[in-house]
């Protein structure tokens, strides 16, 4: 089935000149910028100043990103068509004291920059400028802001769980109204079998490689009070296992308390079959922040690397569930959510970079660029069918694909596993031993 369009709009080289008699306000090397599209949470970044006679230094980073599928769109020309305006982007220049904190800032100026909408619902296979170079913030500054906006065609695969990931779902590719199953998932209890791959057959949901799960503890030791022992493998339609998430290391609580913390982290290895073995692909932690949050961390495992690399390390609402999204730009630094509650129009930078390991951000470099994927996350207590898309460029068969499925279906099964230890989980989630 062919891939889903989106758009994205990409708001880049941003950078403030002022005229040679003026002055830059003091400490104020960089400012601090906010880019609105109404309708899409408000994203936050900086950018340098400087004077006009000094040489002018304009890098090609990447400010900030909208993105819609094609009902997004449609839904937004529709909104703005009603209101019988033409749809903006607005980046409004803050200046003041290094760093964020708008309420005591004070707003230098803004620029309006206004969208073709019809352009972008006929995007088709080629993107366009909107706008780029120089141009006056205006508010009574004498500052230009430079800057390069464009719209880029963005296709992805999107996926769809018809059930919860503790039951054992299928999963769908869904185009529109049009869906096809493509994968099945099995949940169960991983147990002490034999962990040793003989053929590309003998992978199973409870066979695993002892070198994957040598942080696991014993399968003797049983605790009421710790989460272990989950396990989701994802089949193709012929059966044959693509990819699997395993918990790797219990969810326990802090001592004292009834939640996992952050100290203590549970985790999850995703893994892809490879040499009649299961091989580790990928590793999530999860956590519950003390405001109730979850926290989580994903970080990708290079084929016979020492280190990992981080591409999402944020948090998520238990309570409203949300969106989990890996977006790379400027080849070294990720693109994600930082909260729950952003609009599924949008994206936010975060300050998040790659691991610190020298060379790990051109190593991501070369695999991952643009957008990666996203899933939907849903809160404790609701039915939960995460939805996952992944950038097209990032799949070449179907083991690509149910990797990021198996990756979803951890996310989502971690909310679980995070809850308070005073409040019971349902049966499917809970082993004999529990019961």
Not at 192 to 216: A, H, I, K, Q, V
Not at 265 to 278: E, K, M
Not at 377 to 384: D, L, T
Request: charged share 20%.
């Amino acid at each position: 089935m062919d891939p889903c369009p989106f758009v994205r709009i990409v708001i880049g080289g941003l950078a403030l000149k002022f005229p040679s008699e003026s002055k830059i306000p003091p400490n104020s090397s960089t400012f601090d910028c906010k880019i609105k599209l109404r309708g899409c949470s408000a994203q936050s970044t900086t950018i340098p100043a400087f004077v006009q006679e000094r040489e002018a230094i304009v890098d090609n980073r990447i400010h900030g990103c909208f993105n819609f599928s094609k009902s997004e769109l449609v839904k937004f020309v529709e909104k703005s068509n009603v209101r019988g305006k033409s749809s903006c982007l607005k980046i409004e220049i803050y200046g003041g004291k290094v760093g964020f904190g708008y309420g005591s800032k004070r707003l230098l100026g803004s620029v309006v920059v206004p969208l073709d909408l019809k352009s972008l619902e006929n995007i088709g296979h080629r993107g366009f400028v909107i706008q780029n170079g120089w141009v006056s913030v205006g508010g009574g500054s004498t500052a230009q802001l430079n800057l390069n906006v464009r719209a880029e065609p963005d296709p992805r695969f999107v996926f769809q769980f018809d059930g919860e990931a503790e039951c054992s779902p299928q999963v769908f590719q869904v185009n529109g109204n049009v869906k096809q199953p493509v994968f099945t998932c099995k949940f169960s209890f991983r147990n002490s079998g034999d962990r040793n791959l003989r053929s590309r057959s003998s992978l199973s949901e409870t066979s695993t490689s002892t070198s994957c799960f040598g942080s696991c503890t014993s399968d003797k030791e049983t605790s009421v009070k710790e989460r272990k022992g989950w396990s989701i493998t994802v089949h193709d339609l012929s059966g044959s296992p693509v990819a699997a998430a395993s918990m790797v290391t219990p969810f326990v609580p802090s001592q004292g308390s009834d939640r996992v913390s952050k100290s203590n982290p549970g985790s999850w290895l995703i893994l892809r079959p490879g040499d009649n073995t299961w091989k580790p692909w990928g590793r999530l932690e999860a956590w519950r922040e003390r405001n109730g949050e979850l926290g989580y961390r994903f970080e990708i495992i290079p084929d016979g690397a020492t280190d990992a690399i981080t591409l999402v390390n944020s948090t998520i609402s238990t309570k409203k569930g949300g969106k989990i999204g890996i977006d790379i730009i400027n080849g070294a630094t990720p693109l994600t959510s930082p909260n729950s509650s952003f609009d599924l129009s949008s994206g936010s930078v975060s300050g998040s970079e790659f691991g610190s390991q020298p060379g790990s951000g051109s190593w991501a470099q070369l695999l991952y660029r643009g957008f990666v994927m996203s899933a939907t996350v849903g809160g404790e207590g609701k039915c939960s069918k995460p939805e996952v898309e992944v950038g097209v460029q990032h799949v070449s068969c179907a083991e690509d694909a149910a990797a990021f499925v198996a990756l979803a279906a951890a996310m989502d099964l971690s909310i679980d596993a995070c809850r308070s230890f005073s409040q019971k989980l349902r049966k499917e989630l809970r082993q004999q031993d529990q019961e």
